[in-house]
């Protein structure tokens, strides 16, 4: 029986991010359940990276801005944006 | 309780201020008003020099001077390692807020703190000031942002090397750091283009303005555990840098927002508050540390001055195929300018498929700048808002059509990248254009502009406690310092879930010993996030109620439903009972299971974004060159207003920040880099006589994750008005200026020049 169709969330890293961890690649795709174990995942294909996305980064998921994420859920389809965290004044 | 989907009977209203009378009749407290027993005057003596090696500091003689209790200086920090933190818009970075605070090794701009005194008597301090002997060897110094790039600059870091470049440069620099944004590809997008429009523009550091100088009492006690009470937008992140800074635990550090005189971003850090508790520290006893006028402007951070450059593409029938920009922005003495969110809002209104942004963070010697509202984002989009307006000229297309046929919908991949999801940008421009102000005839000489912004908006972690008292009214605490009118938001939004009067709600700012960590107040997150707490321990509340009603009737919790304020049966076979209001239950408390109160902590998420789009008209006179602005109206999309009036005072006070920031604001310096104008009266900021009634038009499209469908208010407002006076002015005169502030003698000149 054919089996449902293997789809991964995309994720989108930021141009300076691809450049100094994942040899000037931006777009992936990856599964991971949440947002911890994506950047785990992250961390062991580009090592170095994760504690930096941990540090000073926000995602959005599916357009949602998460501005310190940890345990979202991250669905199949989903698109992952890494971007800089947001404050103001 | 009441939902965003029934009918609101508080939020959208404009109750009494709870915090008015006080200020209206000078009974608030800020933060110099308090006094305490024993308290000493702290002063900080300042660098008089751009850019200077400290080779020494003699503080001896001041110690001996009579009234002295202690002298302090960077000595007296810890010296801390290189680690970033957030802070407001920007990474902070504890190594460098430490020199900041007091000058370690350099001086690094005009007004840098290099010691300061602690004395029983102003005057005590002042001559011990005289007395500290600073021996400077004083170096070039560079305070224009292209000049500081130039590969010959004075570096100011000799351990800065350039982030964000590949291999890393093995020589120091003052840049330190680019960055890249983009989407798609610009080069087949201008390819694709019937006209392009290109400029080159320079933008002023301007000062958040805020009337209330920074100041701060702190009282050590002999045990190590101190009390800090300060004008704040942050208490508890002041609490955590402060204790940072003097290597104490947190909790032993308790922080009080005074009343603020103004925020607008520049007191999202901390500059006499560490100063006060090392004075205190070393004297035991209260220390008091209040910056004059001229300690502001010189030693405070303004925004980001910058050199931009903005390339647009478009097809004839107005479609956007290509943006690209340039943005080049002053930090300051040390690192940290809010040029990344300006690379992310750049073209962030409009939905383009070939974007792509540079950036530079850029050292110079300034004081290092501060968050001012939307951080970054003015600066970036009068840029790109002006080259749209000459884009629509050429193409001969109105240009509020222009931006509705480009702007970001529901669905749009933002130019930083992630899809927006409900936004109310095009409903702005709809009204903006169906507004009587944008058919009303133009005179002689005058000219009318338009422009829009994009802030995202923030949420975060906030607290929020909520105590019902013995005669049922409440006290509602939160963390937030109330820079906006949040209190008054608050008690709204309580009331509205509760179903009460909001008069029966006191809402007041806790100290940090009192309420769970809330981040600062800024970013337009407070009645956002800190009201999504608030609705929550409403919530709490008012299920504790229920339960409370329920035994006191004897009958099951689930027979019993709060409605309006009151606990009622739930239908007739509940039984027949009085409908029971807080006061009644609240007397009734003991009996029931004690005092009835409710706590919420959260980390909100789901900030929705905001956008606004101004319409201004100027006359211009042609023998002066001054700008009059004769009608301005500000549209903005809040998702809900909560306190009507506040929020156009919010929008208000916004634009007329940025009509400064356009016209008159600017800083001067000598060549010797110091600063010739740190005073209100050589420092022009627009008063009421300057301005127009400033018409705040409000657009409520709701952000589906706040339980009401606020957004925010406080930065969407200063982002347009630079770009719409600009627009204005280019109507009325004919010519484009590229630089701010477009005062008199540069109109002038751009008028001779055009002629």
């Known amino acids: 029986m054919p089996g449902r169709p293997e789809i991964m969330a995309r994720i989108i890293l930021t141009s300076g991010l691809g450049n100094q961890y994942a040899g000037g690649q931006t777009e992936l795709e990856i599964e991971a359940a949440d947002v911890r174990r994506l950047i785990a995942a992250l961390d062991e294909r580009f090592p170095g990276i994760g504690p930096e996305l941990k540090r000073e980064m926000a995602v959005a998921i599916d357009g949602q801005i998460y501005q310190d994420p940890f345990l979202e859920r991250i669905e199949p389809d989903s698109e992952v944006y890494f971007l800089p965290r947001i404050g103001g004044g | ?755």
């Open chain 2, 1 to 755: 309780m009441a939902s965003e989907n029934q009918e609101l009977k508080w939020i959208g209203t404009s109750p009494v201020r709870p915090d008015g009378t006080d200020k209206v009749t000078g009974r608030a407290k800020f933060g110099a008003d308090l006094m305490l027993p024993g308290m000493l005057t702290g002063k900080i003596l300042r660098s008089p020099h751009a850019h200077a090696k400290i080779k020494s500091i003699d503080t001896s003689k001041a110690e001996a001077l009579p009234g002295v209790k202690a002298v302090v200086s960077a000595a007296d920090i810890a010296e801390m390692p290189s680690e970033w933190v957030p802070a407001g818009e920007l990474q902070l970075n504890y190594r460098d807020l430490a020199s900041n605070i007091m000058a370690r090794g350099k001086a690094l701009y005009d007004g840098h703190a290099v010691a300061a005194v602690a004395a029983t008597s102003a005057a005590i301090a002042d001559a011990a000031l005289d007395l500290i002997a600073v021996d400077y060897e004083v170096l070039p110094h560079v305070i224009d942002v292209e000049e500081a790039m130039a590969p010959d600059a004075p570096v100011l870091h000799e351990d800065m090397f350039t982030e964000g470049v590949t291999p890393t440069p093995d020589k120091p620099s003052n840049i330190f750091k680019e960055i890249d944004i983009g989407i798609g590809d610009v080069e087949t997008g201008f390819a694709a283009a019937d006209l392009i429009v290109e400029r080159s523009f320079k933008t002023a550091p301007v000062h958040q303005g805020y009337i209330e100088p920074h100041a701060a009492v702190a009282s050590f006690a002999e045990d190590g555990q101190a009390e800090l009470w300060c004008s704040t937008q942050g208490h508890f992140t002041a609490r955590a840098y402060c204790a940072k800074l003097l290597g104490m635990d947190v909790s032993d550090l308790r922080v009080t927002a005074s009343e603020i005189g103004g925020g607008f971003g520049g007191k999202t850090t901390v500059y006499v508050e560490p100063v006060a508790l090392l004075l205190s520290r070393k004297a035991g006893r209260p220390v008091r540390v209040v910056m004059t006028r001229d300690e502001v402007f010189r030693a405070s951070g303004p925004t980001s001055g910058a050199a931009n450059w903005v390339k647009i593409g478009v097809t004839n029938d107005g479609k956007i195929v290509a943006g690209e920009a340039v943005l080049k922005y002053q930090a300051g003495a040390f690192p940290g300018s809010p040029v990344q969110p300006g690379c992310m809002c750049a073209f962030a209104p409009y939905d383009i498929e070939n974007v792509k942004v540079k950036g530079y963070d850029v050292v110079t010697n300034r004081p290092k700048v501060a968050a001012y509202r939307a951080p970054g984002a003015p600066i970036a989009e009068h840029a790109v808002e002006s080259v749209l307006d000459e884009v629509a000229k050429k193409l001969g297309m109105d240009p509020i059509e222009l931006r509705q046929k480009n702007a970001a919908r529901e669905g749009t991949n933002a130019a930083y990248g992630p899809k927006f999801g409900p936004i109310g940008y095009a409903e702005t421009l709809a009204a903006a254009k169906a507004h009587p102000h944008y058919s009303a005839p133009l005179g002689p000489n005058q000219g009318r502009g338009v422009a829009s912004g994009f802030w995202f908006n923030v949420g975060g972690d906030s607290c929020a406690t909520m105590n019902v008292s013995e005669d049922g009214t409440l006290v509602l605490a939160t963390g937030s310092p109330d820079i906006g009118g949040s209190r008054a938001s608050m008690a709204i939004m309580a009331a509205e879930t509760l179903g009460i009067d909001v008069a029966d709600v006191r809402p007041i700012v806790a100290d940090t010993a009192s309420l769970g960590y809330t981040f600062l107040t800024g970013g337009s997150r407070v009645t956002f996030a800190t009201g999504m707490a608030v609705i929550e321990a409403s919530k709490q509340i008012a299920e504790e109620l229920r339960q409370r009603a329920a035994k006191i009737w004897d009958i099951s919790v689930d027979a019993v439903v709060w409605e309006d304020g009151y606990a009622k049966p739930a239908g007739a076979n509940a039984g027949d009972f009085e409908p029971l209001s807080i006061g009644d239950i609240a007397a009734q408390a003991g009996k029931t299971g004690g005092p009835i109160s409710a706590n919420a902590a959260l980390n909100a998420q789901g900030a929705g974004p905001g956008f606004g789009t101004h319409i201004c008209d100027v006359e211009v006179d042609p023998e002066t060159g001054r700008v009059t602005v004769l009608r301005y109206t500000a549209i903005q999309d809040c998702g809900k207003a909560i306190h009507k009036a506040y929020v156009e005072g919010q929008i208000q006070g916004g634009a007329a920040q940025g009509i400064g920031w356009a016209l008159n604001e600017e800083y001067i310096y000598d060549e010797k880099g110091r600063l010739d104008n740190p005073g209100f009266l050589d420092y022009r900021i627009p008063v009421a006589s300057d301005l127009p009634m400033i018409e705040a038009v409000i657009v409520e499209v709701a952000n589906p994750t706040h339980p009401y469908g606020v957004r925010g208010v406080g930065e969407v407002p200063i982002i347009p008005p630079m770009a719409t006076v600009a627009n204005a002015i280019e109507g009325a005169i004919g010519v484009r200026m590229t630089e701010l502030p477009m005062s008199p003698p540069k109109v002038l000149a751009a008028l001779d020049n055009g002629r």
